[in-house]
């Protein structure tokens, strides 16, 4: 099956005390990305570039810390054939659709 390529995006931010939080993104349970990042008052545009087969996926951010608690805002699709089913799951459709 052919694959394509979409770039999932969607907002973070954090309350933490402590270190400066890390956070992992796993998509389907594969890690996909682990960041550490000193909030200072804004917040995160995550963009998670997707190239892979149409399909549902499983999207996750996990604290890598118990000090941090993230709360993801604005789900969109900024190229590609998909769509947000709900806020942890991503539908990627053909091309032609």
Request: glycine share 4%; hydrophobic share 35%.
């Amino acid at each position: 099956m052919e694959t394509v390529f979409v770039k999932a995006v969607f907002d973070i931010d954090c309350k933490w005390a402590g270190q400066d939080p890390s956070y992992r993104v796993f998509v389907n349970d594969e890690l996909f990305t682990e960041r550490t990042w000193p909030w200072n008052g804004q917040y995160l545009e995550e963009i998670l570039q997707i190239q892979a087969c149409p399909g549902q996926y499983h999207i996750q951010l996990k604290p890598v810390h118990s000090h941090s608690k993230f709360t993801v805002t604005n789900h969109r699709i900024e190229h590609g054939p998909a769509h947000w089913i709900d806020n942890e799951h991503l539908e990627i459709t053909h091309e032609s659709q």
